[in-house]
């Protein structure tokens, strides 16, 4: 039977563990952490001892956390955030962050935040690593619970109960081509719009919503040609197609600053949208977070 005194465990263990969890990776968590691979070895064997329970198994995914250690990692958390409170309250000094901050965010958002984010992290705390995950409907309602996920940010107008929400800024639609298309040098009208071939992006499927419900309220419907997942395949495709692709504002003049797409008008009336960071409500007073989101919301809050 293990032992279960708390005295048989250490700070670093608890580390140890939050890396693995969040990198599903020991030899990455041991890197992070600058100890040895034999040295973490031990000290996750002592935490399985402790709490009788694997912890981790290793997949072809990498090193998945078992029931017992889903569990725990919320409570380990917050233990880990009480002991970087004692250091970083009224004190806090981005400098000495030495973590990784994972961040759920919409697929239009990242062409032109991640690039500004990485530089002002640079800047301010050159230790802090990123890491983006793939957005969730349900605002990876566990990882934000459990600290694995420190952020979301989407659109939305109402944060779920267990979630504080602080909107970043607003945008609405335009349409985007190529320069040489032929819609591409007038206004664009609605029966031009009509019969295009339209591509669409998977990640934006909820937020077209807006636009399908203004084409409905003209007694109209688009036919969407070629649906892709991401946006990493959209700009080669309206270079080199006849296809027109509907998107928020932000995302469209960054995709036409290279200097090939044109962006135009939409021929009705859509709503504006708004987009919104969201973290867990047990996180209010984190130091870290804040920092995080107030650089983020600096960085998206300017035209």
Not at 16 to 23: D, N
Request: glycine letters at 2%; a positive charge; charged letters at 25%.
């Amino acid at each position: 039977m293990p032992i279960r005194n708390i005295d048989n465990l250490r700070i670093g263990q608890f580390k140890l563990f939050k890396e693995i969890y969040e990198l599903g990776s020991l030899s990455e968590a041991a890197e992070n952490l600058n100890i040895t691979q034999s040295s973490a070895s031990k000290q996750l064997k002592q935490l399985r001892e402790h709490f009788g329970d694997d912890l981790f198994v290793r997949t072809s995914n990498g090193m998945q956390p078992t029931n017992r250690a889903k569990r725990i990692m919320s409570n380990i958390q917050n233990i880990m955030n009480e002991v970087d409170n004692l250091y970083e309250q009224g004190d806090f000094n981005p400098k000495k962050i030495n973590t990784r901050f994972a961040i759920s965010m919409a697929d239009e958002l990242q062409c032109f935040l991640i690039p500004k984010l990485m530089e002002r992290i640079g800047l301010e705390a050159p230790n802090v690593r990123i890491a983006l995950c793939l957005h969730d409907k349900d605002y990876a309602a566990r990882q934000l619970e459990d600290g694995s996920v420190k952020l979301v940010i989407a659109v939305n107008c109402t944060a779920p109960e267990h979630l504080t929400q602080s909107m970043l800024y607003s945008d609405d639609f335009v349409c985007l081509m190529r320069k040489n298309h032929l819609f591409s040098n007038a206004r664009l009208d609605l029966h031009d719009y009509i019969n295009a071939n339209h591509l669409s992006v998977i990640s934006l499927t909820e937020l077209s919503t807006h636009v399908d419900r203004a084409l409905s309220a003209t007694g109209y419907k688009r036919h969407i040609k070629l649906v892709i997942p991401t946006f990493i395949q959209a700009e080669n495709i309206l270079v080199y197609s006849d296809h027109i692709l509907t998107l928020p504002r932000r995302m469209a003049n960054q995709l036409a600053s290279h200097g090939q797409l044109a962006v135009k008008e939409l021929p009705m009336k859509v709503e504006k949208f708004h987009y919104y960071q969201y973290w867990h409500k047990r996180y209010n007073k984190d130091p870290a977070r804040i920092w995080l989101k107030n650089i983020i919301n600096d960085i998206l809050s300017r035209n």
